[in-house]
């Protein structure tokens, strides 16, 4: 029908477009009401979030040339370590 009626296919793609807003409200509302799953749909499929699949850990570890002196001067000439 909408093939040979134009104004037949605009209704109908108001309609699909009055349906898409009606739902998109209701995401929204129910986002900002704490949802997590409505929030987590949101940032997939309208900001194109995606979550990492892999973490990555670095850590440093920062020693001071004074610090390393005084704790090998404690093992060395005190027998103890200062920590």
């Not at 209701?26 to 699949?53: F, M, P, Y």
Request: glycine content about 6%; overall charge negative; proline content about 1%.
């Amino acid at each position: 029908m909408c093939q040979f009626d134009p104004l037949a296919e605009l209704a109908a793609q108001k309609g699909k477009a009055d349906n898409e807003l009606r739902a998109a409200q209701r995401l929204n509302e129910a986002s900002e009401a704490g949802d997590a799953k409505a929030s987590l749909a949101i940032l997939q499929h309208v900001h194109g979030w995606t979550a990492r699949q892999e973490i990555s850990v670095d850590v440093y570890q920062k020693i001071s040339v004074i610090t390393a002196l005084e704790q090998a001067r404690a093992r060395v000439i005190e027998g103890t370590v200062v920590g």
